[in-house]
């Protein structure tokens, strides 16, 4: 028994190049209504909103795991089935969209479609299909925008912090200061590894506990290895506290598990602070377990059983050259910093 963790539809967007132009937004519209969608290597998010007093309200979200990046690190291209998956989900987010009345919408695509080969084609085809005009954005904007959404979360601190962002198909390291308010932007790497790449440079699933710690290793090795040179850039920068901020779904996960929650909970995990020897302890355990194992825990399921062990494999990375004794948690990113942007240019785009 496992044991569980207590501790032709109408255009949305500016078209991609090539593309007809959008339509203008209908006049009936409200002006006051937003939508930040993010299409990531593993995940396919959506969150519509309207500017509130101390931010915004959120009035509906979708998110789905569509694994766009599947098999992309062997064969250079997104699969026909990565691609189905991923534009069923995106039909979902645009008639969302449409029945909440947007007035204004920014979709973004990230290290899956930067990489394949057929990545531009995918982005033709979901305007094609769903009306949503993918924009496929650099490493550097896809850290900016994570970095605008979580922020507020970071504890306080005189010295620079690190936030990350561990995606399927990358990874992104930002340092920042944080002293005048808004944090800006000191450094930043994005490592080419996420949880679906790392996870396919390894057999599926070895038999043994042994093997799959090995397996393990060597992951964390792959990792050390892409952060080396970074490393010695952050290591200039270690003032104590050492204050660190993860978002994405190995944190948020983890930290499901650290808090024993039998279903996740956003409200519960989103600004948490937890030890980071209690996350190392998490990971060492999960990594040694078989996906069948890891599909009995609450928070894991099916669905991130084979991934989460990359991301810690990843995280453990992260603390080894920035060496902070707590971890922020948040369940807020890129859509949380597409929102705050749009809605602080009043409406614009650029």
């Given at each position: ?30 002006r ?6 993010d ?27 569509v ?5 992309l ?39 899956a479609?930067?990489?394949a080969d ?113 490393a ?51 990971s ?17 399921g099916?669905e ?24 922020g ?22």
């Open positions: 028994m496992v044991q569980g963790f207590a501790t032709a539809p109408p255009r949305l967007g500016h078209a991609p190049s090539g593309a007809a132009p959008s339509p203008p937004v209908h006049a009936g519209f409200s006051r209504t937003y939508a930040a969608l299409l990531g290597t593993n995940n396919c998010r959506l969150l519509i909103a309207r500017p509130a007093r101390e931010g915004f309200v959120v009035v509906d979200a979708f998110s789905r795991i694994r766009l990046g599947e098999g690190s062997g064969s250079g291209r997104l699969s026909e089935a990565a691609m189905d998956r991923a534009v069923a989900a995106l039909a979902i987010c645009a008639e969302k969209i449409r029945r909440r009345h947007v007035s204004l919408v920014r979709s973004v695509a990230t290290e479609c930067r990489r057929n990545g531009r084609a995918f982005v033709e085809r979901v305007y094609a299909e769903t009306g949503l005009a993918l924009d496929i954005i650099p490493p550097r904007e896809e850290a900016r925008l994570a970095v605008i959404g979580c922020h507020a979360l970071l504890e306080p601190g005189d010295g620079p912090a690190l936030i990350f962002d561990i995606g399927g198909g990358s990874t992104e390291l930002i340092l920042i200061d944080d002293r005048g308010g808004e944090p800006a932007i000191l450094d930043w790497y994005s490592a080419p590894w996420g949880v679906v790449s790392l996870t396919e440079s390894e057999p599926r699933d070895a038999p043994t506990r042994e093997e799959r710690f090995a397996a393990y290793q060597r992951m964390r090795a792959r990792i050390a290895d892409e952060f080396g040179g970074f010695k850039t952050l290591g200039k920068h270690h003032i104590a506290p050492v204050r660190l901020l993860g978002t994405s779904g190995t944190v948020t996960t983890l930290a499901s598990l650290h808090l024993g929650l039998p279903n996740y909970d956003r409200r519960a995990v989103d600004g948490l602070v937890v030890p980071a020897t209690a996350m190392r302890d998490i060492g355990r999960l990594s040694a377990m078989s996906v069948a194992e890891r599909a009995q825990l609450p928070c894991i099916g991130r059983a084979d991934l989460v062990v990359a991301g810690c494999a990843i995280l453990e990375a992260i603390l080894d050259i920035w060496p902070a004794e707590r971890l948690i948040a369940d807020r990113g890129i859509r949380e910093g597409i929102l705050r942007t749009l809605m602080a240019r009043g409406g614009r785009l650029a």
